[in-house]
C-alpha cells in the first residue's frame, strides 16, 4: 500500500527554522512529483513548495528565499527546509505525492484531489 509520512513539525518562535520530511513507503518517489501543502486553521490548503522528478522547482511568493524542497531518491524521502519563520506559516503541512510532469501543475491540485497523501504534520510558530 503506497503510503507517505510526515515528521519534523512542532513549535517555533518566529524567525527560526525547521526541517520538515516526507518518507515513502510502497512505491517509490523517483518517478513522481512530490508537494508540500499547507492547511492553516479554517482556510482552504494551498500548495506550498512541488519538485518533480527531473528535478525543477515550484515556490509559492510568500515563501520564496525562505523555503527549500528537496529529495533524496535513494533514501525514498522528500524534505522541506522552512527558514525565517513567520506567524502565517503556522498550519498543518502534508507531503503529497502523483504523475505529473508539472511542478506548476503539481501545487495547483487541490489537496483532496492528489494521488498520495500524507496525515500531515502541524507546524505552529509563535512566541
Known amino acids: 500500500q503506497a503510503q507517505l509520512a510526515e515528521s519534523g513539525g512542532g513549535l517555533v518562535q518566529p524567525g527560526g527554522s525547521l526541517r520538515l520530511s516526507c518518507a515513502a513507503s510502497?512505491?517509490?518517489?523517483?518517478?513522481?512529483?512530490i508537494g508540500w501543502f499547507r492547511q492553516a486553521p479554517g482556510k482552504g490548503s494551498e500548495g506550498v513548495s512541488c519538485i518533480t522528478s527531473d528535478g525543477s522547482t515550484y515556490y509559492r511568493d510568500s515563501v520564496k528565499g525562505r523555503f527549500t524542497i528537496s529529495r533524496d531518491n535513494a533514501k525514498n524521502t522528500a524534505y522541506l527546509q522552512m527558514s525565517s519563520l513567520k506567524p502565517e506559516d503556522t498550519a498543518v503541512y502534508y507531503c503529497?505525492?502523483?504523475?505529473?510532469?508539472?511542478?506548476?501543475?503539481?501545487?495547483?491540485?487541490?489537496?483532496?484531489?492528489?494521488?498520495?497523501r500524507g496525515q500531515g504534520t502541524l507546524v505552529t510558530v509563535s512566541s
Open positions: 503529497a505525492a502523483d504523475n505529473i510532469r508539472s511542478v506548476q501543475a503539481m501545487c495547483a491540485i487541490p489537496l483532496g484531489y492528489v494521488g498520495i
Open positions: 510502497g512505491f517509490t518517489l523517483d518517478d513522481h512529483a
